[in-house]
Nanobody, 119 residues
């Protein structure tokens, strides 16, 4: 079994910053891609950023230049540094990881952390 636990969400004013963290634990052999998705009220979940095990990153256009994804492979942790936050960044942020256990490879998701940006 694999668990992902996010932290770091909260309430911030427009232009502020937050740093999200997500730790994966359990029966992990290796982790491939990790990333963050978000879901705003009444909208579909959308990809925000991804990072491969070798450090290659990909960002959605609406966060380029403002958000930075990183990871610590030794700690099975992925981070999302969010700067210059806007009200439209409000939503629940979910981390995910493509994990190879001793049995199979699968995608796992965290429970989500709320980010609220006030205008």
């Amino acid at each position: 079994q694999v668990q992902l636990v996010e932290s770091g969400g909260g309430l911030v004013q427009t232009g502020g910053s937050l740093r999200l963290s997500c730790v994966a634990s359990g029966s992990i052999f290796s982790i491939n891609t990790m990333g963050w998705h978000r879901q705003a009220p009444g909208k579909q979940r959308e990809s925000v950023a991804t990072i491969t095990s070798s450090g290659n990153t990909n960002y959605a256009d609406f966060v380029k230049g403002r958000f930075t994804i990183s990871r610590d492979n030794a700690k099975n942790t992925v981070y999302l540094q969010m700067n210059s936050l806007k009200p439209e960044d409000t939503g629940v942020y979910y981390c995910y990881a493509n994990v190879q256990t001793w049995i199979r490879r699968d995608d796992y998701w965290g429970q989500g952390t709320q980010v609220t940006v006030s205008s």
